[in-house]
């Protein structure tokens, strides 16, 4: 059996053990989600240390890479570490210049953070996400107080272009200024390029 040979035999049986490959070229495996399984975009246990902080009237959004394909339903799940006000989230589809542009989901309502721990959240619609593309996380909230957990940064996408020194901060992800309510159809444009941990949304598979 040559190399090619042991490749084909290995991707088979793991595939028939449920698993995939990541995103992004990593060797790392992911098991397939079954129905009813909470699923971390990340796929990384480290995010239980990661915050991602709150910005009054201010939308923000983070690329992340899908490491898997899978349809979800509307149910998923936030949790707040640090109280304060009401956030909303979203999911955006991305251009191939790494900017947010139309809404895939979001929170059919605003999420009360003023008590601490585990939000049930319901989507606006159930997302079917493709392995290796790339969506990014957005946020808004109506206080500058609240914390939810967060994605550990190593798992988020940079920019096309970051623009960064080598040795500086990677840009991720896009912030700009909007009311908080209903989130746009359409990410706003003007956003400026910025640096950001994003807050973890569970999603449930279908």
């Known amino acids: 059996m040559d190399e090619q040979q042991l490749k084909a035999f290995i991707r088979r049986i793991l595939k028939q053990d449920g698993y995939v490959p990541g995103g992004g070229g990593s060797p790392l495996l992911f098991p397939t989600p079954t129905t009813g399984d909470r699923v971390d975009l990340s796929n990384d246990a480290s995010d239980a240390t990661v915050t991602a902080a709150m910005a009054l009237n201010t939308l923000r959004a983070v690329l992340v890479r899908i490491p898997s394909t899978k349809a979800f339903t509307t149910a998923a799940n936030i949790n707040a570490t640090t109280l304060g006000g009401n956030v909303r989230v979203a999911l955006y589809n991305v251009s191939a210049a790494g900017y947010p542009t139309t809404l895939i989901c979001e929170s059919n309502a605003a999420i009360s953070i003023l008590t601490a721990g585990v939000k049930a959240v319901t989507l606006s619609a159930?997302?079917?996400?493709?392995?290796?593309?790339?969506?990014?996380?957005?946020?808004?909230?109506?206080?500058?107080?609240?914390?939810?957990?967060?994605?550990?940064?190593?798992?988020?996408?940079?920019?096309?272009?970051?623009?960064?020194?080598?040795?500086?901060?990677?840009?991720?992800?896009?912030?700009?200024?909007?009311?908080?309510?209903?989130?746009?159809?359409?990410?706003?444009?003007?956003?400026?390029?910025?640096?950001?941990?994003?807050?973890?949304?569970?999603?449930?598979?279908?």
């Open 126 to 206: 159930a997302p079917s996400l493709t392995a290796n593309t790339i969506i990014a996380i957005a946020w808004n909230s109506d206080s500058a107080t609240g914390v939810l957990r967060g994605h550990n940064l190593t798992q988020t996408v940079p920019i096309p272009n970051a623009g960064a020194a080598m040795g500086a901060t990677v840009n991720n992800g896009w912030t700009i200024a909007s009311t908080f309510g209903t989130m746009p159809a359409t990410f706003t444009a003007g956003a400026t390029a910025t640096n950001l941990v994003p807050p973890v949304i569970l999603l449930t598979a279908a």
